[in-house]
């Protein structure tokens, strides 16, 4: 599409563009969608706003589209599936300025819009809305999800991504329009609505909470929510969206231990009280080091392909500390490594060949041995992660002003 068509679309947007849109997924929600949009719609008149309610239907077949439209809801039909994809449809098609966003269950309150709207008026870019300060009632949310399955997510969500949400899972939310689909959200199901809290955080966007209400669906509703598989996309979803949590910590945490590990057991056996710890362990220490050591290097490819993509905000010190890093650097470092490693395997050999190359003293040798592989091993990965970095740096056009390509920037 050429940028004219895009400019021209942009500025009807803001020639038509209202104050506020009040977004609402939809599917088989007969029994509550027409309160909702009721609701909706007597709070944007107490609040004084142009308004509009925009209800994305996600392929209802029990006339919830007309029941909406009756209330004056303007209905947008979305076909691919799923509540990430219903909001995005919903969204893209408002013509507010700000958008509110919330379930058609009648689990939320529309009524009580003011708070959103308030803390939208005064600059924030999103706000979240909090049910366990504004009060769940019985039978609203199961046990499992009040007391660990929100209360989870959103301490990830503060300690990976520094979210101010104390109910990072809220559906009642409200944002700018503009800012929040310059984040992409790509998530096409419940875990859109955590997608946006973790991107507007790390896009620096100002995020608020405000206390909300939750009540129990409607009698007979069959819940969108399914608990384990939702459950476990969105923890998927903060861990891919955090490299360092992921990748780099527990790799970090890994290479310290097994390093201490061979250091300690390298010379000769250890005991503490009872216990002996021999070459087995050496063994796994090493085995610690070696996926540690890889862990790290994923973590460096993730974290610059995501900020290559767009998935990840720019890093500048990242970016600096890469590109001081010649592939050429890299490789030698990996050559070295490696070489030491097979200085003691060839030392290892003429222990053996003063043998006759007859039986050996396993728990020496291995002790020679481990610590070898274990350094061919991590200095072939150094090697094989710089070409990989190289090749990923070859994309770096598109990445954001001013960052160069890892490793192969200079080669």
Request: aromatic residues 8%; contains cysteine; glycine residues 12%.
């Amino acid at each position: 599409m050429s940028a004219q068509v895009e400019t021209s679309r942009e500025h009807a947007h803001a020639s038509t563009q209202l104050e506020l849109s009040i977004v609402i997924p939809c599917l088989d929600e007969a029994s509550t969608i027409a309160g909702v949009v009721r609701a909706a719609r007597e709070s944007t008149k107490r609040l004084g706003a142009s308004a509009e309610v925009v209800v994305a239907d996600n392929g209802s077949d029990d006339g919830s589209q007309a029941l909406a439209e009756e209330e004056g809801a303007r209905v947008v039909a979305v076909a691919e599936r799923g509540y990430g994809s219903a909001l995005s449809a919903g969204i893209s098609a408002a013509r507010g300025r700000w958008v509110i966003m919330g379930d058609a269950d009648g689990s939320y309150d529309f009524a009580r819009l003011e708070p959103f709207v308030q803390r939208l008026r005064e600059g924030y870019d999103l706000v979240v809305g909090n049910r366990f300060q504004g009060g769940i009632e019985a039978g609203a949310m199961p046990w499992l999800h009040r007391r660990v399955g929100n209360p989870v997510l959103s301490l990830i969500g503060r300690r990976f991504f520094g979210t101010p949400c104390g109910d990072i899972y809220c559906g009642l939310r409200g944002f700018d329009r503009r800012k929040i689909l310059e984040l992409d959200i790509r998530s096409r199901g419940m875990e859109f609505a955590i997608e946006m809290v973790v991107k507007a955080t790390m896009k620096g966007l100002r995020v608020t909470e405000v206390p909300t209400t939750l009540a129990p669906d409607a009698e007979g509703r069959e819940p969108h929510l399914r608990r384990w598989r939702d459950g476990w996309r969105s923890i998927r979803l903060m861990l891919l969206y955090s490299p360092r949590w992921l990748f780099l910590y527990p790799g970090a945490l890994l290479v310290f231990f097994g390093a201490l590990g061979m250091i300690l057991l390298a010379p000769r056996q250890r005991t503490i009280g009872a216990v002996h710890f021999d070459v087995s362990t050496l063994l796994y220490a090493s085995l610690a080091v070696v996926i540690g050591l890889q862990a790290i290097y994923f973590f460096v490819t993730a974290r610059w392909f995501g900020i290559v993509e767009g998935l990840l905000p720019d890093d500048p010190r990242f970016r600096r500390v890469l590109g001081t890093v010649r592939l050429e650097v890299a490789m030698l470092a990996g050559v070295v490594v490696a070489l030491a490693g097979g200085g003691l395997t060839i030392y290892a050999l003429g222990t053996w060949s003063r043998t006759g190359f007859g039986e050996l003293n396993y728990p020496h040798t291995l002790r020679i041995v481990i610590p070898g592989a274990t350094l061919i091993t991590c200095g072939v990965q150094t090697i094989l992660s710089a070409l990989f970095l190289s090749v990923l740096g070859i994309t770096r056009r598109a990445a954001p002003r001013g960052a160069e390509g890892p490793a192969s920037g200079r080669s």
